[in-house]
């Protein structure tokens, strides 16, 4: 069974620190991804990465910046967090063919006071 | 551009009930179409999907057909049970290297005993 596991199930930071949200996974999938669930507007892509060291911007990107410096492991940081940034974050991965699923991890559910 | 849009919720219905949520698409090409579930405190996982028009997808006695002349792809259930609250996601994969899934907004799906 495919696992992808994140670092935290809740997070509470204050406005202006920085904050990771770290996902690991385990089946040697190429491409790994960021979004962030709200009420009323689905999943939103934040970011994605196709390969190590490699990223591309998702739809809201903006307050936002990854990293992947190896394959199993990809990062979310916000660099300065702010309250617009409450919200449930989940990470996926996925091996590249259209037919194929995505897999979630259980979410990070980050409240910014 | 590629969208989907499905049916607001919450959708609340007595135990052994029919389940019917709508699903449409707009894509270019050829997506493969997904509808994912959201159990309370967990993350998405693959209820079923179909990759090609005139696709069956089934799972947990769920289906949903890939219908490319309404560009639809229902989700329906004979019978639900209490276990089946939850929120339910439809999605589309349309391809390209990244494996990249546009999102409904979700319908959050209460079942009663």
């Known amino acids: 069974d495919v696992k992808v596991t994140q670092s935290s199930r809740y997070l509470v930071k204050r406005t202006g620190e920085k904050v990771f949200l770290e996902c690991v996974q385990d089946?040697?999938?190429?491409?790994m991804f960021w979004y962030r669930q709200d009420p009323g507007l689905g999943l939103r892509l934040i970011y994605f990465s196709y390969d190590v060291k490699m990223k591309e911007k998702g739809d809201i990107p903006e307050g936002y910046s990854v990293s992947r410096e190896k394959k199993e492991r990809f990062s979310l940081i916000l660099e300065s967090a702010s309250t617009n940034q409450t919200s449930m974050y989940l990470c996926?991965?996925?091996?590249?063919?259209?037919?194929?699923?995505?897999?979630f991890g259980p979410g990070t559910r980050l409240t910014v006071l | 551009g590629n969208s989907v849009t499905q049916m607001e919720g919450p959708v609340t219905l007595s135990e052994e009930a029919f389940l019917t949520i709508n699903c449409t698409y707009t894509a270019t090409g050829y997506p493969s179409l997904f509808w994912y579930v959201q159990y309370p405190g967990e993350g998405l996982q693959l209820l079923l999907k179909?990759?090609?028009?005139?696709d069956k997808g089934s799972n947990k006695g769920f289906e949903a057909t890939y219908r490319k002349e309404t560009t639809s792809f229902h989700l329906e259930k004979g019978s639900v049970q209490v276990s089946d609250s939850a929120v339910y996601f439809c999605?589309?994969?349309?391809?390209?290297?990244?494996?990249?899934?546009?999102f409904g907004t979700g319908t959050l799906l209460a079942v009663q005993p």
């Open positions: 089946m040697d999938h190429e491409n």
């Open positions: 999605a589309l994969n349309y391809g390209g290297a990244t494996n990249k899934l546009i």
């Open positions: 179909a990759t090609k028009a005139d």
């Open positions: 996926a991965t996925g091996n590249g063919v259209r037919t194929d699923t995505q897999y």
